[in-house]
Antibody
């Protein structure tokens, strides 16, 4: 069974840091791009960042650029999100999600498909 | 950035009745549109991708249609277990990947 399991959430003061982890099992982790998506309390879903399978081109939403860093260790089948300079508005449940990728007539790409597998989420609370 | 707008915000439907949810994109996303279900207290799960293809294990009462900027999710006969918030998401123009604000489906 394909699984993603997040961990590392907690309560942190404004300006603090946390590192989230997303552990994968049941599938070939090093062939998939993985995203971070967050959900603020009582609100909707917001895409945060994506890491291709080979760590090449990473993308971030504007509000976290320069503060958050996405990385992965394929040998450990784990994706990470380093959260620095945290703000109260970063309070959310953070989910990791697998990108199914897509193919054209000439090539296949690991980023740009639908999100077919989601983890259960980890809560980050930024508060003094 | 493509803005996704869903309507209505809340939909109350009697068991066994049809539920119709709408999603509009601010510009064409072709058929690169997914519907995501989030049951109370649970993580999101994929329901439909490519605007109309059901994900593995999704019952046939769920169907998706549309292309370009207008999309519809239909639940043909609402079951109690379908109570959830439903999000549409585009994956045609990125970054960023964008979601609608959600439609909450409840039992009347």
């Amino acid at each position: 069974q394909d699984l993603l399991v997040e961990s590392g959430g907690g309560v942190v003061q404004p300006g603090g840091s946390l590192r989230l982890s997303c552990a994968a099992s049941g599938f070939t982790f090093n062939t998939y791009a993985i995203h971070w998506v967050r959900q603020t309390p009582g609100k909707g879903l917001e895409w945060v960042a994506v890491m291709p399978y080979d760590g090449s081109q990473r993308y971030y939403t504007d509000s976290v650029k320069g503060r958050f860093t996405i990385s992965r260790d394929n040998s450990k089948k784990t994706l990470y999100l380093q959260l620095n300079s945290l703000r109260p508005e970063d309070t959310a449940v953070y989910y990791c999600a697998r990108d199914q990728g897509y193919c054209t007539t000439t090539s296949c790409h690991d980023v740009g498909g639908w999100f077919d597998l989601w983890g259960q989420g980890t809560l980050v609370t930024v508060s003094s | 950035e493509i803005v996704m707008t869903q309507s209505p915000a809340t939909l109350s439907v009697s068991p066994g009745e049809r539920a119709t949810l709408s999603c509009r994109a601010s510009q064409s996303v072709n058929s690169k549109l997914a519907w995501i279900q989030q049951k109370p207290g649970q993580a999101p799960t994929l329901l439909i991708y490519g605007a109309s293809t059901r994900a593995t294990g999704i019952p046939a009462r769920f169907s998706g249609s549309g292309s370009g900027t207008e999309f519809t999710l239909t639940i043909s006969s609402l079951q109690p277990e379908d109570v959830a918030v439903y999000y549409c998401q585009q994956y045609n123009n990125w970054p960023p990947w964008t979601f609608g604000q959600g439609t909450k489906v409840e039992i009347k």
